[in-house]
């Protein structure tokens, strides 16, 4: 079975009919690169963590480009296609194209999927059913609110009505997965409310709620924080308890970014499964973890678990794939094991990393771990608890591996 992603091309706020006010993507000026775990060792900054990141491209792709392109990239599959996945820098319901983009694409009678969009760029009621006649299957959609007002307001959605009435419709035959982030004051209380109403009783898929970030703590890496000047920002704990709330209240499926999946337990849903923890290799020698500021005690109860002595040590960003190096330079270093494993996705070069480790003359031997060690809600959406729970296991099992293969 293949996959095929289509990359339509575009920038964030450029190709979007213009920034959302809570975008994260506002205000990011020629940023020097961050250094990340696919640099060449001696050059700090490649393609991804200088342009990637900030999802910076020349553009909507042309159609005859992607036309090409898919055609290329299915040359290269074999077996029957069994998903097709608009992706991009920019709002897929923003690109010229659309119509003849999505014929083009129904035209492989494969599922379509879009993976992410505002739907601000479609004015047009009929194109429900073109998505719908040319296979959509799946949809990723930012509501914001159900409020046509707000919509306008803070999405600069101009024909809010319009867009709302396309999800509706989709709502009928599609999988719709709606998302939001969540300004309080703005979209919470009886508006959020409304909004998840509005999506139940349509029989939209689930609802991702995502708390508002405005300081680089809580993961601005581009310099370009605040995003809104005085918009009050939730703790990740009450955050976490509105969540838990709505999903006692509503039918629809209800989680939330960085906290939490209450369906599956997740992240770190492994911790209600001590069956299986105890199926994870202990841990034998000695190394630091270091991880986000919200992850780190739920790792840390994994490792002891496991036989670890060592604590977990958080930087003060809350979300570990968006340590940079100033978070590594605000460490005790007296606190470090003399083998220290990173975050796989930190944005850090690893010789520069080493520089800030090495400050107090102790020279360690910096590691990178796994990628990825749990499902953030983002990515346990579409996902079963099993599922969940065998990444988690083989999150963890590599990371003790390498406790075993490095540490002291
Ligand atoms: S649609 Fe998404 S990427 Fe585009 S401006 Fe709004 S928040 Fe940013």
Same mark, same amino acid.
């Given at each position: 079975?293949?996959?095929?992603?289509?990359?339509?091309?575009?920038?964030?706020?450029?190709?979007?009919?213009?920034?959302?006010?809570?975008?994260?993507?506002?205000?990011? #000026?020629?940023?020097?690169?961050l250094g990340c775990r696919y640099c060449l060792p001696f050059k700090k900054g490649c393609d991804y963590c200088t342009r990637g990141v900030k999802e910076e491209y020349n553009g909507f792709?042309?159609?005859?480009?992607?036309?090409?392109?898919?055609?290329?990239? %299915? !040359?290269g599959k074999s077996g029957d296609l069994e998903r097709i996945t608009i992706s991009g820098g920019g709002d897929p319901s923003c690109y010229p194209r659309f119509g003849e983009l999505i014929e083009l694409l129904g035209s492989m009678e494969a599922p379509l999927h879009i993976g992410?969009?505002?739907?601000?760029?479609?004015?047009?009621?009929?194109?429900?059913?073109?998505l719908i006649d040319n296979g959509l299957s799946e949809l990723s959609f930012t509501v914001f609110a159900t409020d046509p007002a707000l919509r306008k307001r803070y999405m600069h959605d101009p024909t809010p009505e319009v867009s709302l009435a396309i999800l509706d419709r989709?709502?009928?035959?599609? @999988?719709?997965?709606?998302?939001?982030?969540?300004?309080?004051?703005?979209? @919470?209380?009886?508006?959020?409310? !409304?909004?998840?109403?509005?999506?139940?009783?349509?029989?939209?898929?689930?609802?991702?709620?995502?708390r508002f970030a405005n300081s680089t703590e809580q993961g601005l890496i581009l310099g370009n924080g605040p995003i809104i000047t005085n918009q009050k920002v939730q703790t990740v704990e009450s955050f976490r308890d509105l969540i838990w709330d709505l999903n006692q209240r509503f039918s629809l499926k209800i989680s939330g970014t960085p906290l939490w999946d209450p369906d599956i337990g997740s992240p770190f849903a492994i911790l209600t499964e001590p069956d299986l923890v105890k199926k994870l290799p202990r841990v034998q020698r000695r190394a630091?973890?270091?991880?986000?500021? +919200?992850?780190?005690?739920?790792?840390?109860?994994?490792?002891?678990?496991?036989?670890?002595?060592?604590?977990?040590?958080?930087?003060?960003?809350?979300?570990?794939?968006?340590?940079?190096?100033?978070?590594?330079?605000?460490? @005790?270093?007296?606190? %470090?094991?003399?083998?220290?494993?990173?975050?796989?996705?930190?944005?850090?070069?690893?010789?520069?990393? !080493?520089?800030?480790?090495?400050?107090?003359? +102790?020279?360690?031997?910096?590691? #990178?771990?796994?990628?990825?060690?749990?499902?953030?809600?983002?990515?346990?959406?579409?996902?079963?608890?099993? !599922?969940? %729970?065998?990444?988690?296991? @083989?999150?963890?099992?590599?990371?003790?591996?390498?406790?075993?293969?490095?540490?002291?």
């Open positions: 079975m293949a996959h095929l992603n289509v990359d339509i091309g575009g920038s964030p706020g450029i190709n979007c009919r213009g920034f959302c006010e809570y975008c994260y993507f506002k205000k990011v #000026r020629g940023v020097q690169p792709k042309d159609l005859k480009t992607i036309a090409d392109e898919t055609l290329a990239n %299915l !040359q992410y969009t505002s739907g601000k760029g479609w004015d047009d009621p009929s194109i429900a059913d073109l989709l709502c009928e035959s599609v @999988d719709v997965y709606a998302a939001a982030v969540i300004l309080p004051g703005i979209n @919470d209380g009886v508006v959020l409310e !409304q909004t998840c109403e509005w999506l139940q009783d349509r029989g939209a898929k689930g609802i991702i709620l995502m630091t973890v270091i991880s986000g500021s +919200i992850a780190a005690p739920f790792i840390e109860k994994v490792l002891s678990s496991c036989g670890s002595q060592v604590p977990v040590i958080p930087v003060t960003k809350e979300i570990a794939c968006l340590i940079t190096i100033d978070d590594f330079r605000k460490l @005790d270093l007296s606190t %470090l094991e003399p083998v220290v494993i990173i975050p796989g996705r930190s944005f850090v070069h690893d010789t520069e990393v !080493q520089e800030v480790l090495f400050k107090d003359g +102790i020279e360690r031997e910096i590691i #990178r771990g796994p990628d990825m060690l749990t499902a953030d809600a983002e990515t346990s959406m579409g996902m079963t608890r099993e !599922q969940v %729970l065998e990444m988690e296991m @083989d999150g963890f099992a590599d990371l003790i591996r390498t406790i075993n293969r490095y540490g002291r």
